[in-house]
């Protein structure tokens, strides 16, 4: 299992932008009624999704990036 590596700012960025892509591609592109270009585009859309509800990005694995913040341990 891959650790978490994408941040709250994100994660929001990529469900929306999921969100958004999903309505373009069903009532925009016509995915609803068989537009083939329509479906593929609702289709990817779901790939930001998932990487924002997981808050795993895999492209970000090789390259190092991480969006998380790193949690400060309280002063003890």
């Given amino acids: 299992m891959l650790k978490k590596n ?3 700012l994100d994660r929001a960025v990529r469900f929306i932008l999921g969100l958004v892509l999903i309505a ?3 009532f ?3 995915g609803l009624r068989g537009s083939w270009i329509g479906i593929v585009v609702a289709v990817v859309a779901l790939v ?7 808050g795993v990005c895999p492209g970000y694995v090789p390259l190092g990036i991480s969006t998380l913040r790193r949690e400060h341990s309280p002063p003890m």
């Fill in 28 to 30: 925009l592109l016509g």
């Fill in 24 to 26: 373009v591609g069903l």
């Fill in 48 to 54: 930001p999704i998932a990487t924002a509800v997981t």
């Fill in 6 to 8: 994408m941040g709250s």
